[in-house]
């Protein structure tokens, strides 16, 4: 004897008409993103090799950023030239902070402990790690251009004299 189906689960099988215009949809939606991502790299100055981890920050003429191997780097703003790299001191996988802050003649970055560097060379500058065993670096940093604030998870929070 065959197989008897009904009408009823045979129409499961089909393609449904209501789904249609959901899938024109979507590939309207697919075409005008690849359009917008085709514009967008049309727009693109510079690269730079290596993957950045941080938020950047600028000084107006360099573009700071920390990358995913406890790097900072100093990039031209105009040429996408790296001018410099400096490496931090901290262990692990990936770098722990989240940005990088511009105040006085320093660029800082926070990694476990906060990492400071001259600017325009990368000379490290000094190194911020309290005694108490706090993390400082694990976090973001803000500034107002003289002092680098910055919180830990043990709800303390610092802030550094970043010319010293």
């Known amino acids: 004897m065959g197989v008897v189906r009904s009408e009823r689960a045979m129409s499961s099988c089909r393609p449904r008409r209501a789904l249609w215009p959901k899938y024109v949809?979507?590939?309207?939606?697919?075409?005008?993103?690849?359009?917008?991502?085709?514009?967008?790299s049309d727009r693109i100055r510079w690269r730079v090799a290596g993957f950045g981890t941080t938020t950047p920050s600028t000084d107006g003429d360099l573009v700071y950023f920390g990358s995913g191997e406890h790097e900072v780097i100093a990039v031209e703003k105009h040429t996408g030239r790296v001018r410099w790299r400096a490496r931090t001191a901290a262990g692990g996988p990936r770098t722990e902070g989240q940005n990088t802050v511009v105040a006085a003649d320093i660029v800082a970055m926070p990694d476990v402990s906060v990492y400071a560097y001259r600017r325009n060379t990368g000379e490290p500058a000094w190194v911020f790690q309290p005694s108490s065993g706090d993390r400082p670096g694990a976090f973001r940093l803000v500034t107002d251009g003289t002092l680098i604030f910055a919180g830990t998870e043990n709800a303390r929070a610092y802030g550094i004299d970043a010319s010293t």
């Open 25 to 40: 949809v979507l590939a309207a939606v697919f075409l005008a993103c690849k359009e917008t991502l085709a514009i967008a």
